[in-house]
């Protein structure tokens, strides 16, 4: 059985406080208290850094708590979970308790302070930070220009609700891909799933601009889609996202989705997507290809080799290592 990443404990530990923050430090956070000299005190965590986005898992053991706080964190997003122990967040001047059966979301310019406490001899936590180009991009694609610090979002989302489940399954997803290399590798897969958290936050975690979401926009010019279709096609090696198309053609996101619906009867996400499997299917079918099938499918942006070699197969009508031995004339 794969571990879970979530609850696996972090690679790198030690009993100095200051070795800690010392490797927390570039991810931002500053330390207001620390654990009096007589206490025992011993650390596990690590960091994992994307292009969009970064993971911190902390698991912190002995009955103390300490405070801290975000540093040089304008525009980024979190989404943090708890394995073990309690955490109060002081956010505009509001004290927030979180346990483990509940997941934060957090604008970080927004949070002035956060005591974390280990209940039982233990606090673990996993932290997804969305970078602030992810996240201004779908925020102004979105709602226009609107700072993140002013949307009022609920901080709070129950773990039990249908949301904070699928809130639950992208950190999982996202921890995992950084940990494995595979966001790295895939640009493409990164940007759109970065994308889809902060969208799925935006759309149903209860904020300041909620009630823009429930009215009903005009339609999209057939002429917008068009423009769309032929910039994706134009450009399907770039890391493209939503927010980055509607932004190219001059509508919101939210018209860009509606208009595709209405005139492909699909997601801009899934014709990305089906333009990107032409381009690996070219590019398999090719004799002087060498690279092998995972790598391909990677690099155009899929991840999960069963569910891709399942789409191909039902795109093509063949799997892709068939293509692959068609190409070099194993296959007649």
Known sequence: MV???????????????????????????????????????????????GAELDVVRADLSAGWDWRYSYEKSAGELAISLLNAGQAEMLIAGKSIQRTPSEIAIVPLPTMQAQRVEAVDGRYSSVTLTLHTGAVTKVLSATFGSTALEDLNLTPIVDLSTGVGQTLLQLVRTSTTGLYDGILVRSPKASALLSEAAIQLILENVPHRLTDRLSR???????????????????????????????????????LLQLGFRKIHGTTPVAYLRQIRLEAIHDELSRPENMLPVSEVALKWGFTHMGRFAAVYRSAFGLYPSDTVRRARGFLS
């Open 3 to 49: 571990e879970d990443v979530l609850a696996a404990p972090p690679t790198r530990s030690g009993s100095s406080f200051e070795e800690l923050l010392e490797m927390l430090h570039p991810h931002g956070i500053n330390a207001h208290s620390s654990p009096r000299p007589d206490e025992s005190f011993r650390w596990h965590a690590d960091i994992a850094i």
């Open 216 to 254: 009903h926009p005009r339609d999209a010019p057939p002429r917008y889609i068009r423009r769309a279709v032929e910039y994706m096609r134009a450009n399907p090696h770039l890391p493209l996202t939503i927010s980055d198309i509607a932004a190219t053609v001059g509508v919101s996101s939210r």
